[in-house]
């Protein structure tokens, strides 16, 4: 099992910035991807950003548009989303994930509330 513990979510004004972080405990594996998947209300759950174990990220950027950054510091186990330029339709439940290399979400942390609104 892999716990994750989010945070750094909260309110900011439109144009502000928050980052997030996750931090991966328990059975971690040996290379891994983690991301960020955010959830508005009534919109399904998308993708924002991915990094592996080797430092690849990758971003959805109709989500990201240049705004967000990933980076990962492999040895805290933790990955980071750094956004700036945020505006109300970013706001939404964040989770971090957790997964093999390449592959698909196996683990997802409990979600932090990113809420944009002045």
């Known amino acids: 099992q892999v716990h994750l513990v989010e945070s750094g979510g909260g309110l900011v004004q439109p144009g502000g910035s928050l980052r997030l972080s996750c931090g991966a405990s328990?059975?971690?594996?040996?290379?891994?991807?983690m991301g960020w998947y955010r959830q508005a209300p009534g919109k399904q759950r998308e993708l924002v950003a991915t990094?592996?174990?080797?430092?690849?990220?990758?971003y959805n950027q109709d989500v990201v548009k240049g705004r967000f950054t990933i980076s990962r510091d492999n040895t805290k186990n933790t990955v980071h989303l750094q956004m700036n330029g945020l505006k109300p339709e970013d706001t939404a439940v964040y989770y971090c994930?957790?997964?093999?290399?390449?592959?698909?979400?196996?683990?997802w942390g409990q979600g932090t509330q990113v809420t944009v609104s002045s």
């Open positions: 990094v592996s174990s080797g430092d690849t990220a990758d």
């Open positions: 328990g059975e971690l594996f040996a290379v891994w991807t």
């Open positions: 994930t957790y997964a093999w290399y390449g592959s698909s979400p196996t683990y």
